[in-house]
């Protein structure tokens, strides 16, 4: 899909991908220091992980396709009094340059794109990534195919992420499978997520 596909899709009030953080993002962020760190929301759509992570002190810049949902993330800061601490960069998640770099804290939840593409980000993500830093990632398991909701087969598993991680310096301390949900037409279903915590060393 190309970005305006995904401006159709965000051109409603309504917030597509709501206005509550990732329970994964929390679990690996919320412990972390964010006072004056700089951070990247790789794909952050509408903003709900930037806006938490920017109300925790982190300066935040969401790097999505969508300028549409950009638009509404920056809205949503300011309606959340955290404007001051949120970036906006309207940019392709392979080929992105970010305004301010190195950062202490990179995530990139659910990116679901072709593998290699994804490969890719990963690995542009990860170059920016400072020493000691840390980096977060949430995707709908490829196990879905067998225990969970189904879905297309070229998503991510341990052992891509494992491949794409190869030769970024980063050290992976959480790869795995986790119970998760899914939003359908039919309400929420079990689905397999993914989950990546991987840092720098100093």
């Known amino acids: 899909?190309?970005?305006s596909t995904w401006d159709q899709k965000y051109s409603t009030e309504e917030?597509?991908?709501t206005k509550v953080e990732n329970r994964f993002v929390v679990e690996f962020c919320k412990d972390l220091d964010g006072t004056n760190k700089k951070s990247i929301d790789l794909a952050g759509g509408e903003g709900r992980n930037s806006v938490w992570l920017a109300k925790r002190g982190w300066q935040v810049e969401n790097i999505d396709f969508s300028q549409i949902a950009l638009d509404k993330y920056l809205?949503?800061?300011k309606e959340e009094g955290v404007e001051q601490n949120c970036v906006a960069t309207c940019a392709d998640g392979a080929t992105f340059a970010p305004k301010s770099t190195p950062v202490e804290l990179a995530v990139i939840a659910y990116l679901q794109i072709p593998q290699n593409d994804l490969a890719t980000a990963i690995q542009r993500l990860a170059a920016h990534v400072a020493p000691g830093g840390t980096l977060v990632g949430v995707w709908h398991s490829r196990d879905n195919l067998a225990a969970g909701f189904g879905g297309p087969s070229d998503r991510p598993s341990v052992a891509s992420i494992t491949e794409a991680l190869q030769g970024t310096?980063?050290?992976?301390?959480?790869l795995e499978n986790r119970d998760g949900q899914i939003q359908t037409k039919e309400g929420l279903k079990p689905s397999v997520t993914l989950v990546l915590?991987?840092?720098r060393p100093l």
């Open 169 to 174: 310096g980063l050290e992976i301390e959480v």
């Open 75 to 77: 809205q949503f800061a």
């Open 15 to 17: 917030f597509i991908y």
């Open 1 to 3: 899909m190309d970005s």
């Open 197 to 199: 915590l991987a840092k």
